[in-house]
């Protein structure tokens, strides 16, 4: 089983930046697709990024394209997200997850998750 915990979260201003990370604790951290959702109050959990075992594959959601960037460093168990370039409308809770097979857009499909961690960004 793996455990995943965020920090990184904070206040921003419009066109800040800020670095999401993510620490997980269980076996065989490599072989476990992670990615990023978030949760805008009154919206659905949504996807953001994700990243498969190797590093070798990527996927963002497309209002974050060339804005985000996810990134893991299997030999110490984490993964990042680094947020630039932010807008009032990246303000949300954002989870850190994990999935032994290749996780997918949909919540449902994830199998373990952070408590999560406020971003807010002013405007």
């Known amino acids: 089983q793996v455990q995943v915990k965020e920090s990184g979260g904070g206040l921003v201003q419009a066109g800040g930046s800020l670095r999401l990370s993510c620490a997980a604790s269980?076996?065989?951290?490599?072989?476990?697709?992670m990615g990023w959702f978030r949760q805008a109050p009154g919206k659905e959990r949504e996807l953001v990024a994700a990243?498969?075992?190797?590093?070798?594959?990527?996927y963002y959601a497309d209002s974050v394209k060339g804005r985000f960037t996810i990134s893991r460093d299997n030999a110490e168990n984490t993964v990042s997200l680094q947020m630039n370039s932010l807008k009032p409308e990246d303000a949300a809770v954002y989870y850190c997850?994990?999935?032994?097979?290749?996780?997918?857009?949909?919540?449902?499909?994830?199998?373990?998750w952070g408590q999560g961690t406020q971003v807010t960004v002013s405007s």
């Open positions: 997850t994990a999935d032994y097979g290749r996780g997918g857009p949909l919540p449902a499909l994830w199998d373990y």
């Open positions: 269980g076996p065989a951290f490599s072989s476990y697709y």
């Open positions: 990243i498969s075992g190797t590093g070798v594959i990527t």
